[in-house]
């Protein structure tokens, strides 16, 4: 059964960085986009980015464009999410999450394979 998990999560000042991955175990992602998830306490779950697996394209929610950069490695079945210049509103649990295959990465709907979360939380 595919996983996907999730690591680098933790506690950060203001200002700083992070980064986080998310492995998958069993079958390859690299013809999947994928995407990054947050949701903080009593919010619903909002998007971060995505990467498109034909093309590599790469999109950003307009809070983490500039701050945020999301990749992968196709020969690591991994994807990465660096976070950098954190504020304190970015805290909140992040999700890596598997697109089935809709053409829209934005909302969760499109979304058919979720890891577990990991927290990070960003101290003023």
């Known amino acids: 059964q595919v996983q996907l998990v999730e690591s680098g999560g933790g506690l950060v000042q203001a200002g700083g960085s992070l980064r986080l991955s998310c492995t998958t175990s069993?079958?390859?992602?690299?013809?999947?986009?994928m995407g990054w998830f947050r949701q903080a306490p009593g919010k619903g779950r909002e998007f971060v980015a995505a990467?498109?697996?034909?093309?590599?394209?790469?999109y950003y929610a307009a809070s983490m464009q500039g701050r945020f950069t999301i990749s992968r490695d196709n020969d690591k079945n991994t994807i990465y999410l660096e976070m950098n210049n954190l504020r304190p509103e970015d805290t909140a649990v992040y999700y890596c999450?598997?697109?089935?295959?809709?053409?829209?990465?934005?909302?969760?709907?499109?979304?058919?394979?979720w890891g577990q979360g990991t927290q990070v939380t960003v101290s003023s």
């Open positions: 999450a598997r697109n089935g295959g809709l053409a829209s990465l934005t909302t969760p709907l499109g979304y058919d394979l």
């Open positions: 069993g079958r390859t992602f690299s013809n999947y986009s």
């Open positions: 990467i498109r697996w034909t093309n590599g394209n790469t």
